[in-house]
């Protein structure tokens, strides 16, 4: 089945301890991106990828990072969360260029992180 | 900037009758539009899409109309149904398909029955 597939579904952390969400699609698509849903704010963009060793800020980038090692996963690393990163987290994956138009994107079912 | 807009955080319907959910858009660049459904706990999933070249798509109960001159979109649901309740949501892509979606905020879906 085709699917983006994200770990953990939830988390509960503390303030400053690093954590990582992990992303991974089985559908080879070249473009992964992260967001997180907030009451109010929709859907913001935290980064991007269009490619393997290619990644770029969103709208929201600042406490995050991401890399992109191999086609497939995407992880979201959060260095030292923070009580404001409690949020709702989704990956997406989606083919490169025009197809990107036609199929849009495949999300993750997401992750609800709470920061303490 | 919000490049895309939806200017109504909720709608209420009741069973039966017809849902209009709408999205307004600032960006000249962008010619194609999709619509998400998202219930809770769940990711948002593809619903619709349209293209500029058209001014309407339909698919089932689903139907998605733009106005290009007046930069605006709206998705029409006949008959809603209690099943059709969640968030929408509307996107927006240029014409490379090479940068991100643009997601509004979302639209609350109550069908009433």
């Known amino acids: 089945e085709a699917q983006v597939t994200q770990n953990p579904r939830y988390l509960i952390t503390v303030t400053g301890k690093k954590l990582t969400v992990t992303c991974s699609q089985n559908?080879?698509?070249?473009?992964m991106s992260w967001y997180r849903q907030d009451p109010g704010l929709g859907l913001r963009q935290i980064y991007y990828?269009?490619?393997?060793?290619?990644?770029d800020k969103g709208d929201v980038p600042e406490g995050y990072k991401v890399s992109r090692k191999e086609k497939r996963n995407f992880p979201l690393i959060l260095e030292s969360p923070s009580p404001n990163q409690t949020s709702l987290y989704f990956c997406?994956?989606?083919?490169?260029?025009?197809?990107?138009?036609?199929?849009?994107?495949?999300f993750g079912s997401g992750t609800r992180l709470t920061v303490v | 900037d919000q490049q895309v807009k939806q200017n109504s955080p909720s709608l209420s319907v009741q069973e039966g009758r017809i849902s209009i959910l709408n999205c307004d858009y600032t960006?000249?660049?962008?010619?194609?539009f999709l619509w998400y459904k998202k219930y809770p706990a769940e990711g948002p999933t593809f619903l619709i899409s349209?293209?500029?070249?058209?001014d309407k798509n339909e698919d089932g109960r689903f139907t998605v109309f733009l106005n290009k001159s007046a930069k605006h979109l709206s998705l029409h649901i006949v008959p809603s149904q209690p099943g059709d309740s969640a968030v929408y949501f509307c996107?927006?892509?240029?014409?490379?398909?090479?940068?991100?979606?643009?997601f509004g905020k979302g639209t609350r879906l109550s069908v009433i029955a």
């Open positions: 997406a994956s989606s083919p490169q260029g025009t197809a990107q138009k036609f199929y849009g994107y495949t």
């Open positions: 349209i293209s500029s070249i058209k």
């Open positions: 990828s269009m490619n393997v060793e290619v990644t």
């Open positions: 960006n000249s660049m962008f010619d194609y």
């Open positions: 996107a927006a892509s240029e014409y490379s398909g090479n940068t991100p979606l643009v």
């Open positions: 559908m080879n698509h070249e473009y």
